[in-house]
C-alpha cells in the first residue's frame, strides 16, 4: 500500500472521507523524510503544516529553561497526524518543540490549502471539526492521566496508543512521557511482565 492510499484510508476512517472528498486534495499533500533529530517545528515558530505519519515516531516537548531538562509533552506514531495544534489554528509560535524520535516519513498539507479544503467541502469541514476535538480530547486526556490515573494506567494506555514505540524509542523518552523516572518504569514494566 503506497503512502496516499494509507493517507486515504485513515482519512476515511476518521472522517468518512470519500474518496472523491480526498481527490480535492490530492494536489496539496506532500511528502517529507525526517532523519532522526530533525524538527518537524521549533519552538516560537508558527506551524505551518499538518503532517500524516506514515513512517517512524515524533515527540512534542518542553526546555525547561533554568535546568535545561526536557519533558515530553505529546507523542506521534505511524498512522496518526503530527501537528502543533494551538499553533496551526491560531498560526501563533508554538510553544514546544517537535521533533523526529527516528527516521521518519510524513505526508502534509499546508493551513492554507486546507482552509481552501474547508470553503469547498463541507466533508472537509467535517474533518476540520473532527481534528480539532481530537486535538481536545488527546490534550485533555493527557491532563486527566496525570490528575486520576497512576502511573502504571498512563504506561497501558501508552501501549494501546502506541504499541510499537518500545520498539523504537529510548526508554528515558517513555519515561519523560509518562512523568516518572526511569528506575519505576522499569518497576512498572517488570510488575506487569510477572502478571
Keep these: 500500500m503506497t503512502d496516499s492510499e494509507k493517507l486515504q484510508m485513515a482519512l476515511q476512517h476518521f472522517a468518512g472521507l470519500t474518496a472523491d472528498d480526498f481527490g480535492l486534495s490530492a494536489g496539496y499533500w506532500k511528502q517529507k523524510t525526517y532523519k532522526k533529530g530533525e524538527y518537524y517545528n521549533r519552538h516560537r515558530t508558527i506551524c505551518k503544516d499538518l503532517g500524516f505519519v506514515t ?69 472537509w469541514e467535517k474533518f476540520g471539526r473532527l481534528l480539532a476535538q481530537e486535538a481536545f480530547n488527546v490534550s485533555m486526556g493527557r491532563l486527566e492521566g496525570f490528575l486520576f490515573k497512576s502511573p502504571e494506567q498512563r504506561y497501558l494506555e501508552l501501549i494501546e496508543h502506541h504499541p510499537d514505540i518500545f520498539n523504537n524509542v529510548p526508554l528515558y523518552h517513555i519515561s519523560s512521557y509518562l512523568g516518572i523516572q526511569g528506575p519505576s518504569l522499569s518497576r512498572i514494566r517488570k510488575r506487569l511482565a510477572r502478571k
Design 55 to 123: 513512517t517512524g515516531v515524533f515527540r512534542s516537548f518542553t526546555v525547561d529553561e533554568a535546568t535545561g531538562e526536557e519533558k515530553n509533552v505529546f507523542l506521534y506514531s505511524a498512522n496518526g497526524f503530527v501537528v502543533s495544534f494551538k499553533s496551526f489554528i491560531n498560526q501563533a509560535p508554538c510553544d514546544y518543540h517537535t521533533q523526529a524520535l527516528t527516521d521518519a516519513t510524513v505526508i502534509f498539507i499546508n493551513i492554507l490549502d486546507l482552509l481552501s479544503l474547508y470553503k469547498q467541502s463541507h466533508a
